[in-house]
Structure formats: C-alpha cells, structure tokens
C-alpha cells in the first residue's frame, strides 16, 4: 500500500472519530439540559445558611459525649419561677418543591400558626407560636437550628439551617406538660402551601436522622403533646409545610401569533367546506382512515424513539460513508 493511499485512510477513519463524538456530545448535552430544566421546576430556590460553628456567635453548646448540639435561639425563654428542667422546641419548616428549606419568599404576608397550651403562655412567642413570611423579612434570624439530616462530623444536622424554632426551659421534670394544635396557615398565598404534617420526637434528644416530607405525620398519629418524666425531660415537634405552586411553575409553551392562529382557522375552514361539498365514497373513506392510522402510528413511533434519536441514525450513516470510501480507495 503506498504511503499516499494510507494517510488518506488515516485522515478518513480520524475524521469519522470526531464526527461521530460531536454528533454524540450534542445528543448527550440536550438531554441534560432537558434534566436540568425539569429540576428547576420550583417555586422557590432553596435558602442555604450554613450552621453555625464553635466559635461562631450563634453557636451556644455541644454535649461532651457528641450527642446534640445547640445554637443561640433569640425565643429562647425560661420559665421564672424555675419549676424544673423541663424543655421543649416548637418548630415550623418550610420546604420548596424539592424538599430544600425556603423563607417563604415566594409566598409574602403568610402567616402559620402554631396553637401551644397554657403551660407555655408564659412563654412572650408562644400561645399561639406565630410564624410569619417571608422569614428574612421578620426576623433577624429567618433559620435558626438543624433539625433534618447528618454529617459524620456533626453531633446533630447536616451542617444546614432548615427551621425556624422558639424553646422553652422551666418545666416540671416530672409530669409538666407540653401540648400543640394543628397549624393554620393563612394569607393570599395560603393555598400555595401544603401542611404536610408533623415530626413530634419526645423524651430524648432530636434524632435529625429523619425526612421531613417522608416521616411527616397527621397531627393525629404525631400526639399534639407530651408530659415529662424523670430522665425523659425533654421534647420536640416540627410542623412541616411545603410549597404547592403548580400553577406558577408550569412549564414554557412557545407562543402562536395571531396571524398563525388566523392562518389556520382559514384552512380549518376551507377544510371543512371542502368536505361538505365533495362527500366521499365508503371505499375513499376506509382508504383515508387507513392512511391516517398509518400516518398517525408513524408518528407515534418516530416521537417514542428511545435514546437520542436521530443522533445513532446520523453517526451509522457515517460511518457507512467512510467505509464505502476506504474501500473505493
């Protein structure tokens, strides 16, 4: 073979490399930009706030056996007179569409309230615990503990402020009381939020090994409350709410002009008078329904075409080119 035939071959078969991976990377980067819209599809980006670290302003405690952890919490209230040691949390999260913690944003003059019994109404932020949106625009800390996830190098939380809280101290350790009702949300925005249910953990510190869509529970099945016993002296409850927006976030459709839509009522038209004036035989109909059916499965088939489509069809056609080419040569 001489060298000039050779270096052809080699220019062909390198050619047919880079066309087929082109080909291939436009097929693979549209259907991830496919992915990445449909994944966009909320109503409100998540809020991310890193929690806090020792050292940190708003970072308060950590037990020296690495069983919780604790941050400063402005509704953090004790009972005066002390009657026991006794503590409770009371918290409310809201989640977007993809279950990722929100300030409510997107959902302005809401408000969730949160009923607690009277063993709390001494408390200034509870009887009822009232939670208002959009939380950056409330309070001076919109998110203020880690309530859902794990990181090995926590004691508590994934490393992510996901809820808004208040606590309480003071308690009778021993057969004190603490009881809630069910949450009411209400505002313009009230039926773009789902009250998803309540995570109500008693007696122990919060395991935060938990989902706060998928371990939700009815108020209900929850318990509205708990009472204290010695060394089981402390409780929490999370009421668990979540942004319902469909009707914001449906997806984009192009839109049709007015000179389309008159340009196809005039042939809808045309059609139709044409088919009241030349009515057609049985067998001219049987004959129409089966091309339509044809053309009707043709396209079923061609919009279901598994994969990327076109892109295998145009690389095989290629690929055949080329090689008809080294053999001709």
Not at 90 to 112: D, I, K, Q
Not at 290 to 307: A, I, L, R
Request: net charge negative; hydrophobic share 30%.
């Amino acid at each position: 073979m001489s060298l000039e035939r050779y270096r052809g071959r080699a220019l062909i078969a390198v050619a047919t490399l880079v066309a087929v991976g082109a080909i291939v990377a436009l097929g693979l980067s549209a259907s991830a930009g496919a992915v990445q819209e449909t994944q966009q599809n909320v109503s409100e980006e998540a809020y991310i706030e890193p929690a806090p670290e020792s050292g940190d302003a708003y970072f308060e405690a950590e037990a020296s056996d690495g069983s919780w952890v604790s941050y400063v919490n402005p509704r953090d209230e004790y009972r005066s007179p002390y009657l026991g040691d006794g503590s409770a949390k009371l918290c409310v999260t809201l989640v977007n569409e993809r279950g990722e913690p929100v300030v409510g944003e997107s959902v302005p003059g809401t408000t969730v309230t949160l009923p607690t019994g009277d063993s709390t109404s001494w408390h200034s932020h509870a009887d009822p615990f009232v939670v208002e949106y959009p939380l950056t625009e409330h309070y001076q800390r919109p998110l203020d503990s880690d309530q859902f996830g794990t990181d090995p190098d926590l004691a508590q939380g994934d490393g992510y402020m996901d809820s808004h809280c208040l606590e309480i101290h003071g308690l009778p350790e021993d057969g004190g009381t603490v009881e809630y009702g069910e949450v009411e949300v209400t505002g313009e925005y009230a039926a773009d939020i789902e009250v998803v249910g309540y995570i109500q953990q008693a007696h122990d510190s919060w395991d935060t090994d938990v989902d706060p869509i998928a371990d939700a529970e009815s108020y209900d099945d929850a318990g509205g409350g708990w009472t204290y016993y010695p060394d089981g002296s402390h409780g929490q409850v999370v009421a668990v709410l979540q942004l319902d927006g469909d009707a914001d976030i449906v997806p984009e459709v192009p839109d049709v002009s007015d000179d389309d839509s008159d340009d196809h009522t005039n042939e809808s038209t045309n059609s139709s008078e044409t088919a009241q004036n030349e009515p057609e035989s049985d067998d001219d109909t049987s004959a129409d329904d089966d091309s339509s059916s044809s053309d009707q499965h043709g396209d079923d088939e061609d919009e279901s075409m598994p994969g990327f489509g076109v892109v295998p069809v145009l690389a095989a056609l290629l690929a055949v080119a080329c090689v008809r080419a080294l053999s001709a040569r």
